[in-house]
């Protein structure tokens, strides 16, 4: 396995985490492999640790290789007082979008099969990917990235979200602790507290999904009172009217951020449920079928 941390700006506060597969599964026997992004959440604000790694190692054993992209954040070492000033939105889609490309750049040498690159996102993570997902095409982007685009290879073959943020953050939040943390990912998203109706619609992922939107995996749990299933339901109904390829679980019960949700990574009991880890096989059924429509 090549492993290594390849940092996206001079002042390294955005990174991708490589982990490549060799390409020998057997004697003599070679195969190229598809590539997973991972995109950790943490409210645009910081990245959450146990949806990077812990996420990369079951996809690891399912054959992907994995690159963990740690975006800038717009918080600094999870200080509320210390501000990352190159960590206003869109910041962490363009390093997305550049992840993309370094992962076409050094295809040969990762061993990649570059008509198999996916992305999984949680939580503000899930925004990111899901932006990607329908904009990967959209001038707003493209025109502020350091190269050009060949084709569509910046077009995802599909994304993983979970439990995703898939609108800007309420201000009017009635648990407290979340309501101050809205605020801080309004300046970060908006550039100032209190945006308007236009550029609440401008952060929206439903107004942008389209016939060119890439097939999408969804799942969310009843009891996330982070972020909506009631949205996600009604994000999934806009990808079936626009004859998106979608798959949607919504499980009972379970509270925000679970991740993979077993207890390899549980902070305390808290964090396993039995139910809600079964996504990622029923993840990894849909990627296989995804794959083999693709050829």
Not at 85 to 114: F, R, V
Request: aromatic share 10%.
């Amino acid at each position: 396995m090549i492993h290594e941390k390849i940092y996206l700006n001079d002042e390294k506060t955005g990174y991708v985490e490589v982990y490549a597969l060799d390409p020998q599964i057997s004697y003599k026997v070679y195969r190229k492999r598809p590539a997973m992004v991972i995109c950790p959440g943490g409210a645009y604000l910081i990245s959450a640790v146990k949806e990077g790694e812990a996420v990369a190692a079951q996809y690891l054993a399912q054959g992907y290789s994995c690159f963990v992209l740690r975006y800038t954040t717009f918080l600094k070492d999870r200080d509320e007082t210390k501000i990352n000033k190159n960590g206003y939105y869109p910041t962490q889609i363009l390093e997305l979008l550049e992840t993309i490309h370094m992962i076409h750049m050094h295809a040969e040498e990762w061993n990649i099969d570059t008509t198999k690159i996916f992305a999984t996102g949680f939580s503000a993570g899930g925004h990111i990917i899901g932006t990607v997902a329908n904009r990967w095409n959209d001038s707003y982007f493209i025109n502020q990235l350091s190269f050009i685009p060949k084709g569509d290879e910046l077009k995802l073959a599909g994304c993983i979200l979970g439990y995703p943020m898939l609108e800007g953050p309420l201000s009017n939040h009635p648990n407290i602790e979340l309501r101050k943390q809205a605020q801080l990912m309004e300046t970060c998203l908006y550039g100032h507290q209190k945006p308007t109706v236009e550029e609440r619609e401008q952060l929206s992922l439903i107004n942008y999904i389209t016939k060119n939107t890439i097939p999408t995996f969804i799942w969310h749990t009843t009891d996330d009172n982070v972020t909506s299933p009631e949205l996600t339901s009604n994000y999934v109904l806009h990808l079936q009217q626009k004859g998106v390829v979608c798959e949607y679980h919504l499980l009972s019960g379970g509270k925000h951020g679970l991740s993979i949700a077993n207890e390899l990574y549980a902070k305390d009991d808290t964090e396993i449920n039995s139910r809600i880890e079964k996504w990622f096989p029923l993840a990894i059924h849909w990627l296989k079928y995804i794959k083999d429509e693709g050829e």
